[in-house]
């Protein structure tokens, strides 16, 4: 993953925040996994970490489907470690954005639910 030669399409440049859109070959491929995920908000998913940001832990749910679990305290990046299979939420799907917005095992932003 991180430090792996890759071949994509630069969709789009924001200069003010030195983002750069990439629509990768390989991503373009497959079918779009996404909506599968929009039914099963507020289920517990399995994952595998694929990266510790600044900003929260990235989790890959599928092939080519990643969600962000955000970080609210640096201490929070030290519970995970990319590679590492967790459980995690799923709190919202963004079709249009093509995000998945997820939580950790140790957050739960909403009241508890009894499915059974």
């Given at each position: 993953?991180?430090?792996?030669?890759v071949t994509g399409e630069v969709v789009f440049h924001?200069?003010?925040?030195?983002?750069?859109?990439?629509?990768?070959?390989e991503w373009a491929e497959h079918e779009d996994l996404?909506?599968?995920?929009?039914?099963?908000?507020?289920?517990?998913?399995?994952?595998?970490?694929?990266?510790?940001?600044?900003?929260?832990?990235?989790?890959?749910?599928?092939?080519?489907?990643?969600?962000?679990?955000?970080?609210?305290?640096?201490?929070?990046?030290?519970?995970?470690?990319?590679?590492?299979?967790?459980?995690?939420?799923?709190?919202?799907?963004?079709?249009?954005?093509?995000?998945?917005?997820?939580?950790?095992p140790a957050q739960d932003d909403s009241p508890a639910?009894?499915?059974?």
């Open positions: 993953m991180v430090g792996q030669r924001a200069e003010y925040n030195h983002q750069v859109g990439v629509l990768l070959g996404l909506p599968r995920f929009a039914d099963r908000v507020g289920q517990a998913v399995a994952g595998r970490v694929s990266k510790v940001a600044p900003i929260g832990v990235f989790v890959r749910l599928a092939d080519c489907v990643e969600g962000l679990v955000p970080l609210t305290a640096r201490s929070e990046s030290d519970a995970f470690r990319e590679g590492q299979e967790v459980s995690v939420r799923i709190v919202a799907v963004d079709l249009e954005r093509s995000r998945i917005l997820l939580a950790g639910r009894d499915n059974s």
